[in-house]
């Protein structure tokens, strides 16, 4: 398992990611050390948390591995960003990756 935190432009950080492991307690302590705070706006940068999952985390080659993205997230994606690609390009990248 891996993790990627994300927030928002202006934020403490815009993501975090946390590699894949086996180690199932590390992958916890990361997950209890995340907490929903800055911005105070709704949206968040929901599309660079994926892009980062899909280009940043070290996936396996095997192409027998089960490999799945989980998003959970409470605010919606800020749509109108454009340094990220859009949740339909990203979707068809993670499908190639």
Not at 1 to 28: I, S
């Amino acid at each position: 398992m891996g993790l990627v935190a994300y927030r928002d432009k202006g934020d403490e950080y815009v993501t975090k990611v946390f590699d894949l492991t086996d180690n199932l307690d590390q992958v916890y302590s990361d997950l209890k050390g995340f907490q929903a705070n800055g911005g105070g706006d709704t949206p968040e940068h929901v599309n660079k948390a994926l892009q980062d999952a899909i280009e940043k985390v070290n996936w396996s080659s095997d192409k027998a591995a089960l490999k799945i993205i989980y998003l959970v997230g409470d605010s919606p994606p800020h749509n109108e960003y454009t340094d990220t690609p859009t949740y339909d390009k990203l979707a068809k990248a993670a499908i190639e990756k």
